[in-house]
């Protein structure tokens, strides 16, 4: 039973570019969630996908945006890159029914320069 | 929104117990209490969640008081591969906005 995927594990980005991250949810998850966590701090959420549309969004500006696929498959992508952007970050998926826990994946490292 | 408050950090002995305890004075009836673990560069590892009195499971035990105003993580007998940071949550995984990692609490459990 594979757990969450993200895809890549690691990427170097210049000021200004944009990323795409990818994120595969666990089987028989409907539910994707992104966080960024910069190093030495907790994860923070960015938004979640629930039926292809976004649900409920953090604090992040519109330069971060999303998207959920029909198999529940998300992307993350984020636009004019800062350096402030350099974190883990990391994909988590559960099952819409309350209080199912969150499963993560072992996130993407993004490196802005 | 539940705000917690658990201790920067904590150091044990293999074989030793490490119990974390976490305040959240604040906590709704609707809220349960999730702990994550995490390794570095991984993504946060489920360990347990409760709602009242104890829980446990196979690596780790829950206590929770009637108040509900805190929480404590029991791990038993820790080994070197313990050594983690340890994150408290409080609310309900049906609104992903309102959880707060915080800064956790790094355990390092030495030989």
């Known amino acids: 039973d594979a757990g969450v995927t993200q895809s890549p594990t690691h990427l170097i980005k210049t000021r200004g570019q944009q990323v795409t991250l990818r994120c595969s949810p666990k089987?028989?998850?409907?539910?994707v969630s992104w966080y960024q966590q910069a190093l030495g701090q907790g994860p923070q959420f960015i938004f979640q996908y629930y039926e292809e549309e976004e649900r409920q969004r953090g604090n992040f500006p519109d330069r971060f945006s999303g998207h959920q696929f029909p198999n529940y498959s998300s992307e993350l992508n984020v636009n004019a890159l800062l350096l402030g952007d350099s974190a883990l970050y990391l994909c988590?998926?559960?099952?819409?029914?309350?209080?199912?826990?969150?499963?993560f994946g072992n996130g993407t490292r993004l490196t802005v320069t | 929104l539940a705000k917690t408050t658990q201790p920067i950090s904590m150091d044990s002995y293999e074989g030793q117990e490490v119990n974390i305890t976490c305040s959240h004075n604040?906590?709704?009836?609707?809220?349960?209490i999730t702990w994550y673990q995490q390794f570095p560069s991984q993504g946060p590892r489920f360990i347990i969640q409760?709602?009242?009195t104890k829980v446990t499971n196979e690596v780790a035990s829950l206590f929770i008081p009637a108040d509900r105003k805190s929480s404590t993580l029991s791990l038993p007998r820790v080994s070197l591969s313990d050594t983690a940071v340890y994150y408290c949550l409080v609310g309900t995984f049906s609104n992903d906005y309102k959880l707060s990692f915080g800064a956790g609490t790094t355990v390092t459990v030495r030989a």
């Open positions: 409760g709602y009242k």
């Open positions: 988590a998926s559960r099952l819409r029914e309350n209080n199912s826990p969150l499963h």
């Open positions: 089987s028989g998850h409907d539910t």
């Open positions: 604040n906590i709704a009836t609707n809220d349960y």
